[in-house]
């Protein structure tokens, strides 16, 4: 077939459609971003004049200094030895596990109270841990509401500078951790305790926690799981936080 010639006219139009097509879209993307379908003005992304460090309340340290020996077949960095740096959240997150209950695999405790997780004592006595039993182990806390969650922080003991095996933490609206799981941190490489492999690395543990980016994910429940120490088998805790906004 002869190919058509096109007229002065449609050629102009054939230019145009795209262009108002690409006019309308942009138009789109503009109301998607700032503006409501009624005209109202929406709330855009969050300025972060509205963002501010978190409101920690860290323990005394618990031993001096930094570990000098590496334990064997870890993947934890030798630390630094300087604070962690402020951690940024929405102005007016608090500690919303501060007395929530906590259930456990393992509910009776060899030693301690499952409720000492949650009592906001975090000092590195040994009257505040709490022990599990061997092998693979969970606490589980109820924040009995829905909370958007901006940072998780899990202080197993900080007596001493040892590294938790299997340290898995996450998020969700089922008791049960069957569905709708958010899983925030996993450094079980070797999915040894069966939950899934993850990519994060080790730790040693200290008086600032092991602070947990949750990224203002939505849930009810927090699960925390750890496998015994480079020290020991058994599974301690000293404290959980949660900082969180109530979900909207
Ligand atoms: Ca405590
Ligand atoms: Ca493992």
């Known amino acids: ?34 503006c409501a379908a009624d005209g109202s003005a929406a709330p855009a992304q969050k300025p972060a004049a509205d963002l501010a460090p978190l409101p920690l309340n860290l323990p005394p340290a618990g031993y001096a200094g930094t570990p000098k020996d590496m334990p064997p077949d870890t993947t934890a960095e030798k630390p630094s030895g300087k604070p962690r740096p402020p951690f940024l959240a929405p102005k007016g997150v608090q500690n919303v596990a501060l007395g929530k209950p906590v259930t456990s695999s393992d509910s009776s405790p060899l030693s ?3 409720k000492q997780i949650t009592d906001g004592k975090k000092d590195a006595f040994d009257e505040n841990v709490v022990t599990l039993r061997r092998r693979t182990q969970w606490v589980q806390i109820d924040l009995q509401t829905e909370q ?24 969700s609206d089922d008791p049960e951790f069957k569905n709708d799981v958010h899983t925030l941190f996993n450094n079980d490489q070797d999915n040894s305790s069966g939950v899934g492999a993850g990519t994060d690395r080790e730790y040693f543990e200290n008086h600032e926690g092991k602070l947990v980016d949750a990224k203002g994910v939505r849930g009810r429940y927090v699960r ?25």
């Open 1 to 34: 077939m002869k190919p058509k010639l096109l007229t002065p006219f449609a050629r102009l139009h054939a230019q145009l459609v795209p262009l108002s097509a690409l006019l309308a879209a942009a138009l789109l993307h503009h109301v998607a971003d700032g």
């Open 112 to 114: 301690g109270d499952l």
């Open 224 to 248: 925390c799981y750890s496998k015994g120490n480079t020290d020991h088998a058994l599974n301690s805790y000293t404290e959980i936080e949660v900082y969180a906004l109530p979900a909207q």
């Open 148 to 171: 958007n969650i901006y940072a998780i922080l899990v202080w197993h003991e900080h007596k001493t500078p040892v590294v938790y095996r299997d340290v898995i933490v996450q998020v």
